[in-house]
């Protein structure tokens, strides 16, 4: 069984030598593995914390991405958060294992929860591919026209590295929404400053 966040962060510390802090790391990483491979989703999330600290150390977390899209699929809240955000600290454009959260990620795009959306959409703002930007672009213009002031900001730098990926969807967003202009302006109505930076991106 492994250790809990705390008590590894605390192990770590008291290395007195980089070798040391390699065996505290080493071994912690085995215990992950075992634990990833028993499928145990009691402390999955927990877990997968550890595993985004090790690699803030620089050691090497390739291992545990599989898990990240497990917690996506989750339906609780506090599971999800942790996987989005090792999602985008362990994760980039160019992995192959990206593709398999299109699904979730639109899913969560759909959620009735603010929080929740707002998850995806910082995830697709940071590491979206242009495959996933191309095929979530109905979700971020959909939620670009939200009374939403946190999801209308959100969408809008979606929309923007939308835009960065595919180039030639700026077109398909003007045919859809009639004029870009006026989602621009629609983003600056208000009194909302957050809305009005990300439209200025």
């Keep these: 069984m492994s250790i809990k966040l705390r008590d590894l962060i605390k192990a770590v510390r008291q290395a007195k030598t980089a070798a040391e802090e390699r065996s505290v ?3 912690e990483s085995a215990a992950l593995r075992t634990a990833f491979k028993e499928q145990d989703s009691v402390y999955r999330h ?29 339906p609780s809240y506090p599971e999800k958060r942790i ?18 959260v299109t699904n979730s990620v639109k899913n969560d795009l759909n959620d009735k929860s603010q929080y929740v959306s707002g998850l995806s959409l910082c995830a697709l703002g940071n590491i979206g591919s242009a495959e ?3 095929d979530l672009s109905p979700e971020i213009e959909r939620l670009l026209r939200s009374n939403n002031p946190y999801i209308r900001k959100k969408a809008a730098l979606c929309a923007l590295r939308t835009i960065r990926k595919v180039p ?9 929404n009639g004029q870009w202009a006026n989602v621009v302006a629609y983003l600056w109505g208000g009194n909302n400053n957050k809305g009005k930076g990300s439209s200025c991106s």
């Design 25 to 27: 790391i080493a071994k």
């Design 46 to 74: 927990r877990n997968v914390a550890k595993l985004m600290y090790i690699h803030m150390l620089g050691y090497p977390a390739h291992f545990g991405q599989m898990e990240c899209l497990k917690l996506i699929a989750s």
């Design 83 to 100: 996987g989005y955000l090792a999602l985008m600290l362990l994760l980039d454009e160019r992995q192959e294992v990206l593709m398999l």
């Design 132 to 134: 996933m930007c191309r």
């Design 168 to 176: 030639d969807m700026v077109e398909s967003f003007q045919v859809r």
